[in-house]
């Protein structure tokens, strides 16, 4: 893992500023001769800067993205808890934790810091930029921010702006981790087992009804308790806890909710993405509930130069993590 350390005030969306940020990222690979092989992969809610890791058959493989033959970039989201400037940072203001006192976040604020660090590394054009949600989300955004250096997208189960499904979704989230009693204190622990519900809720939309019984069902049709799939439930919550921060994880639903693309741009939704001219391979997935393909079929509707590819998962949304070779095999063809 590197880092870069930006040692000036970083502003917000929200119209309030960090006295300085730090990014940490993952490369793969090497830049060629005229820096024109840069493969920019962003990354989901809880994921980090190691694409490799997290995406494996899409990353970091002859069959996917060939660090033989691209420079690879992944940078951990500003907001998360895994190096980049987040809740967990020291603030240089106080010398504590900011915690709660961490200001919103923006996918765009994301986007910003992305760009800092882009510059710093010298690199002048992006060959391809890709993402799945979360990710998609940041793509997105940088493709009208910085139209002129991104050359090709790669868009996957992500979406134009954050639907009123997603919200919904969230404050869930968010208010299963408000109820614990913990969360007001001013702690590294506070809200785990508010995030474990939480975890609980996104996995009921990152799967669906299909997976989850065909993966979860008991043979044992005498039991009363203890069923397979609460145990699997209770097994992601755990996960999760050991892993994540509940003031990342609070946060960065904000940011989610605040995905706009037409926010403070002329011509709507469907005016802006027209704008997005640079060649697009957008993927969907069959059985995602949580960002479902017509979603990607409005996004394809209304950009110029587009793929849209409907694939078949059993797994929902978290299809674009476990199909890797599906999705690799696709965007090989696309790119060659």
């Keep these: 893992m590197k880092y870069f350390n930006y040692e000036q005030p970083f502003d917000l969306e929200c119209g309030q500023s960090l006295p300085g940020i730090t ?3 993952h490369t793969y690979g090497r830049l060629n001769a005229d820096r024109s092989n840069t493969v920019w992969v962003c990354h989901a809610l809880t994921a980090n800067s190691e694409a490799a890791r997290w995406w494996p058959g899409v990353i970091g493989t002859p069959e996917g993205i060939d660090p033989d033959r691209y420079f690879i970039i992944c940078a951990n989201i500003l907001g998360s808890c895994y190096g980049s400037t987040g809740p967990l940072s020291l603030d240089p203001r106080t010398g504590k934790p900011y915690y709660r006192d961490f200001p919103m976040i923006t996918i765009r604020d994301m986007v910003n810091a992305h760009i800092l660090l882009r510059r710093h590394l010298g690199i002048g054009k992006i060959h391809l930029l890709m993402g799945g949600s979360m990710g998609g989300y940041q793509a997105l955004e940088w493709a009208v921010m910085e139209k002129e250096r991104i050359e090709r997208l790669f868009l996957i189960a992500t979406s134009p702006s954050e639907s009123a499904w997603g919200i919904a979704v969230h404050t869930a989230q968010r208010l299963a981790i408000e109820a614990d009693s913990t969360w007001q204190d001013a702690s590294e622990e506070a809200g785990r087992k508010g995030l474990k519900a939480a975890r609980a809720i996104g996995i009921l939309t990152y799967r669906n009804y ?13 039991k009363l308790d203890h069923f397979k799939a ?14 994540f921060s509940a003031h990342c994880y609070w946060l960065l639903t904000k940011a989610l909710d605040s ?15 027209k704008t997005i001219t640079q060649p697009t391979l957008i993927m969907g997935i069959g059985s995602d509930i949580l960002c479902p393909v017509e979603e990607q079929r409005h996004i394809a509707e209304h950009l110029p130069n587009v793929l849209l590819i409907e694939i078949d998962s059993a797994y929902g949304h978290d299809g674009f993590m476990v199909e890797g070779h599906k999705i690799a095999s696709h965007l090989r063809d696309w790119l060659s």
């Design 210 to 222: 299909g997976i989850m019984v065909q993966k979860q069902t008991d043979p044992d049709t005498e």
């Design 259 to 273: 995905h706009q693309l037409a926010r403070g741009r002329a011509g709507g939704l469907e005016g802006v993405l």
């Design 23 to 25: 990014i940490a990222y």
């Design 230 to 243: 609460s145990s699997y439930i209770d097994y992601q919550g755990d996960k999760l806890i050991n892993r």
